[in-house]
């Protein structure tokens, strides 16, 4: 069992993810309006159109990269808001390092249970 973080270091964490889902929120609105030029492209040239879909694709994969890492973003901050996050791995309980938590606030694993769960490929990708 690790120690769990105190007060200041949950508000110091919350602070982190809710600029970071601001962040994400900003990147997700950009993508959704370039969507909607992309479509009312007029694509008549092949090149054009292969350009702009090969575009259209990275920006699919980001978007969904971004809507994953908001899913836990929230998955973080409702555990904050309802007293339940303790900065303790959801597999072993050890401590996620402060250090890590300010990279990554998001985090649900230490990096142990992270790398077992990449390895045994049980998540995607785990965080
Ligand atoms: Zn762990």
């Given at each position: 069992m690790g120690r769990e973080l105190n007060k200041k270091q949950i508000e110091e964490i919350k602070e982190l993810l809710l600029k970071n889902k601001a962040i994400i929120e900003g990147n997700l609105n950009n993508l959704s309006n370039e969507h909607v030029n992309l479509s009312e492209m007029d694509l008549n040239d092949e090149g054009d159109f292969a350009a702009a879909?090969?575009?259209?694709?990275?920006?699919?994969?980001?978007?969904?990269?971004?809507?994953?890492?908001?899913?836990?973003?929230?998955?973080?901050?409702?555990?904050?808001?309802?007293?339940?996050?303790?900065?303790?791995?959801?597999?072993?309980?050890?401590?996620?390092?402060?250090?890590?938590?300010?990279?990554?606030?998001?985090?649900?694993?230490?990096?142990?249970?992270?790398?077992?769960?990449?390895?045994?490929k049980q998540i995607k990708k785990a965080v």
């Open positions: 879909s090969r575009d259209y694709s990275t920006d699919i994969h980001i978007k969904k990269q971004q809507l994953e890492e908001l899913r836990l973003i929230d998955h973080a901050l409702r555990k904050i808001y309802s007293g339940k996050f303790t900065g303790l791995c959801e597999m072993c309980d050890s401590e996620i390092t402060m250090k890590r938590l300010r990279v990554k606030p998001h985090a649900m694993y230490c990096i142990d249970c992270r790398n077992y769960l990449e390895n045994e």
